[in-house]
């Protein structure tokens, strides 16, 4: 926490931490692999750019991943999968900002913890709740996470895994906390990131693969019934990697080869990366 190894039970954020009081934070989640991470890089950027629409000060990516190195070790998280989650708020600040320019103290706070199994295939469920993606926070990765947990949640009421998500005029967005692709005649499709999805790391990353694999890519304009017709689906995350995906009663277990094929790249992909 803000630079200081501590146990979980004595971290201390202020009431007017606008981070907590009201959701003025941005976050990444990051995979470990034998107390490596894969995608910091991606990561990072992706964490300046959040954090740079919410006008929270970024510190350097070697700070960062000497804190989360620290967080590793002290954890014994050396070996097997790990899940870090890196925090920034802007600390206790007026809700209009402020036109200073030098570097403003915020928060600053780095977790890990052991992964639990992925399952192989999860199970889908369409929320009736929208994704705004002409808010202003649209493509950023927040704290403010309400909607997506409301139909999270929903879905797991309702015996399902996760939540597909449409956005204000009716298009495919995403999941609840995850990115969607869609396998049709051999050809991957995904929502663009024009719907308002999530720029996901783990998606870019299965769409370099996909093309270098020689498959067709199209990131477009997509609806339920294209959900409906698909041949696979698959979602994606920093946690889960490539995961089959059906929808609720569809009665299809069977993991498609395509999943599997990218699933294999992935993986592939993070043992070249780490050395492993």
Same mark, same amino acid.
């Given at each position: &926490?803000?630079?200081? @190894?501590?146990?979980?039970?004595?971290?201390?954020?202020? /009431? !007017? =931490?606008?981070?907590?009081?009201?959701?003025?934070?941005? %976050?990444?989640?990051?995979?470990?692999? *034998?107390?490596?991470? !894969?995608? !910091?890089?991606?990561? %990072?950027?992706?964490?300046?750019?959040?954090?740079?629409?919410?006008? #929270?000060?970024? /510190?350097?990516?070697?700070?960062? *991943?000497?804190?989360?190195?620290?967080?590793?070790?002290?954890?014994?998280? +050396?070996?097997?999968?790990?899940?870090?989650?890196?925090?920034?708020?802007?600390?206790?600040?007026?809700?209009?900002?402020?036109?200073?320019?030098? *570097?403003?103290?915020?928060?600053? &706070?780095?977790?890990?913890?052991?992964?639990?199994?992925?399952?192989?295939?999860?199970? @889908?469920?369409?929320?009736?709740?929208?994704?705004?993606?002409?808010?202003?926070?649209?493509?950023?990765?927040?704290?403010?996470?309400?909607?997506?947990?409301?139909?999270?949640?929903?879905?797991?009421?309702? +015996?399902?895994?996760?939540?597909?998500?449409?956005?204000?005029?009716?298009?495919?967005?995403?999941?609840?906390?995850?990115?969607?692709?869609?396998?049709?005649?051999?050809?991957? &499709?995904? /929502?663009?990131?024009?719907?308002?999805?999530?720029?996901?790391?783990?998606?870019? #990353?299965? #769409?370099? @693969?996909?093309?270098?694999?020689?498959?067709?890519? *199209?990131?477009?304009?997509?609806?339920?019934?294209?959900?409906?017709?698909? =041949?696979? #689906? !698959?979602?994606?995350?920093?946690?889960?990697?490539?995961?089959?995906?059906?929808?609720?009663?569809?009665?299809?277990?069977?993991?498609?080869?395509?999943?599997?094929?990218?699933?294999?790249?992935?993986?592939?992909?993070?043992?070249?990366? @780490?050395?492993?």
């Amino acid at each position: &926490m803000n630079g200081a @190894l501590m146990p979980a039970d004595e971290v201390r954020v202020s /009431p !007017f =931490d606008l981070g907590w009081s009201v959701g003025w934070a941005a %976050f990444e989640t990051m995979p470990g692999y *034998e107390g490596r991470i !894969f995608g !910091f890089l991606r990561h %990072f950027e992706r964490l300046k750019h959040s954090a740079g629409v919410m006008g #929270i000060y970024v /510190p350097a990516p070697e700070i960062i *991943e000497t804190a989360v190195s620290q967080v590793l070790d002290v954890n014994g998280l +050396g070996s097997g999968r790990s899940r870090i989650r890196l925090s920034l708020s802007s600390g206790d600040h007026s809700l209009i900002g402020s036109d200073e320019t030098k *570097e403003v103290e915020g928060s600053v &706070m780095v977790t890990a913890v052991n992964v639990v199994e992925q399952k192989n295939q999860v199970v @889908l469920q369409a929320s009736p709740f929208s994704h705004n993606e002409r808010s202003g926070l649209s493509g950023c990765k927040t704290s403010s996470y309400g909607d997506n947990l409301v139909a999270l949640r929903q879905a797991h009421k309702a +015996g399902a895994d996760e939540a597909i998500m449409l956005n204000t005029v009716g298009q495919l967005c995403e999941c609840a906390t995850a990115n969607i692709f869609l396998v049709s005649n051999e050809k991957l &499709m995904t /929502p663009s990131l024009d719907t308002g999805c999530l720029a996901g790391v783990t998606r870019s #990353i299965i #769409i370099e @693969l996909a093309r270098e694999d020689g498959l067709t890519v *199209e990131e477009g304009e997509l609806g339920m019934i294209d959900v409906s017709n698909a =041949d696979e #689906i !698959f979602l994606t995350s920093s946690m889960r990697g490539v995961q089959s995906a059906v929808m609720m009663r569809s009665g299809s277990e069977v993991v498609g080869a395509v999943t599997n094929r990218l699933s294999e790249l992935y993986h592939k992909r993070v043992r070249e990366e @780490l050395g492993l």
